[in-house]
């Protein structure tokens, strides 16, 4: 059953069920393919009838009510104008919507990269933690085809504004390496990384080593600092001067890795850099340090704010109250420093200490060069307490300075031979 009449709203007003086990139809005077079909059950629907690729067809537009009749309309004639070109608008939603349904987000690829890749490299730890804090945020719930160049450009960008170049480097980095891993699965369904033609020098500029060294006014100033931080903070930074040790090394250290009668450290493999396990000679400074530290009962990380059932986290927030607490301690604001230029003051501080260079290196667990990694099983274990406990009452000296009219013997003796 169908009739053809200039649809109106009084039109739409006026629908009703058409008889049991028919369908009726009215058609518009107005736009030709255009009408309202109506069920026995009183479901009235927009309609366009036109030949699709040759072969004349319906297809439903919107339910009555839905959408405007103004708009319906407007669709079928933009339906039936496109049926000319070949294409079948229907056909083409469709589709979309089934490829929007079955879409990879950047975040679910993400988290497969994580599982399948990282968590079996070295330092899985600390680059899903710069995944979850720099990427996942802006590109979780983005289909991962639609990460374009200019989006990482523009993350990659901030970063390096706010300072972080290292942190801007490693960024790009994570990316490139994760799209190049999607491509190579195939399950993704995408060819092209939006990082090619990146390129970090032109990007964030020239990746310059650190040569950040804190002076010894500096050091007693941080050391002042952490005595009002409080714990977890104030005694974690401590431990940072005076042992060398990396940030997350000693942040997520547990109690079990302490023996304190023998005071040694040791550092498992599984936290640390090379994947060895690392032993770290406690000067009596660290060891009092710690002794002095609470046990908790519901875990045993060291350092924590819950109880010992997880680590500290937050640095950002506790190095912005350091530098704080350091501008009321030098009566000016310090000279910009990270974290890492702890360990890296402590190894210059053994250079000073006149501490052989293979045993510095051990003491802050750098990997040994060549085949003596290999073949020199030899842990210099005395040697490196030796020069953290030299370090250790060097530190000492640095920030409880001897009173002005005491004469240094040996400084004495230089100036007489001279």
């Known amino acids: 059953m169908s009739a053809r009449k200039r649809i109106t709203d009084a039109t739409l007003r006026g629908l009703k069920p058409a008889p049991k086990g028919k369908r009726a139809e009215i058609f518009d005077t107005i736009v030709p393919h255009f009408g309202i079909r109506s069920t026995h059950r009183g479901v009235h629907s927009y309609i366009c009838f036109t030949r699709f690729n040759g072969v004349p067809t319906r297809r439903t537009i919107a339910r009555v009510g839905s959408v405007s009749l103004a708009e319906a309309r407007g669709t079928a004639k933009a339906w039936a104008q496109a049926a000319t070109l070949g294409i079948d608008p229907a056909e083409e939603a469709r589709k979309a919507q089934l490829a929007e349904e079955g879409r990879v987000t950047f975040g679910a690829a993400m988290e497969k990269y994580i599982s399948r890749h990282i968590a079996k490299t070295r330092k899985a730890k600390d680059v899903e933690r710069e995944i979850r804090r720099e990427l996942m945020p802006r590109f979780a719930k983005k289909a991962l085809a639609d990460v374009t160049r200019r989006d990482i450009a523009k993350m990659v960008g901030e970063i390096r504004d706010r300072g972080a170049l290292f942190q801007a480097h490693h960024v790009l980095g994570h990316c490139r390496g994760f799209f190049n891993w999607a491509i190579a699965q195939e399950e993704f369904g995408i060819e092209v990384s939006p990082c090619d033609r990146l390129q970090p020098n032109k990007l964030i500029g020239k990746k310059r080593h650190r040569t950040r060294v804190l002076s010894d006014d500096e050091l007693r100033a ?18 940072l001067l005076l042992t060398g040790a990396r940030k997350t090394e000693a942040s997520d250290a547990r109690w079990p890795e302490f023996d304190l009668d023998q005071k040694l450290w040791t550092v498992p493999e599984t936290r640390f850099k090379s994947g060895s396990v690392h032993l770290v000679p406690l000067s009596a400074d660290a060891a009092t340090l710690l002794a ?48 890492h230029d702890i360990r890296r003051s ?28 290999v073949y020199d099983r030899h842990e210099a274990l005395d040697e490196r307490r030796e020069a953290l406990d030299l370090w250790a009452a060097r530190l000492r000296s640095i920030v409880t300075p001897p009173p002005k009219n005491l004469v240094d013997i040996e400084e004495e003796r230089k100036v007489r031979a001279r």
């Open 222 to 239: 941080v050391w002042a600092a952490t005595g009002k931080l409080g714990y977890p903070w104030g005694p974690l930074y401590r431990l």
């Open 292 to 339: 002095d530290l609470p046990w908790w009962k519901e875990g045993d990380f060291v350092f924590s704010t819950r109880g010992g059932k997880i680590p500290v986290r937050g640095f950002s927030k506790s190095k912005a109250r350091l530098d704080a607490l350091m501008a009321e301690e030098l009566g000016r604001e310090p000279e910009p420093f990270v974290v």
């Open 346 to 373: 402590v190894r210059t501080q053994l250079s000073k200490l006149r501490v052989p260079t293979e045993i510095a290196e051990l003491v802050i667990g750098h990997a040994r060069p060549g085949l003596s990694a």
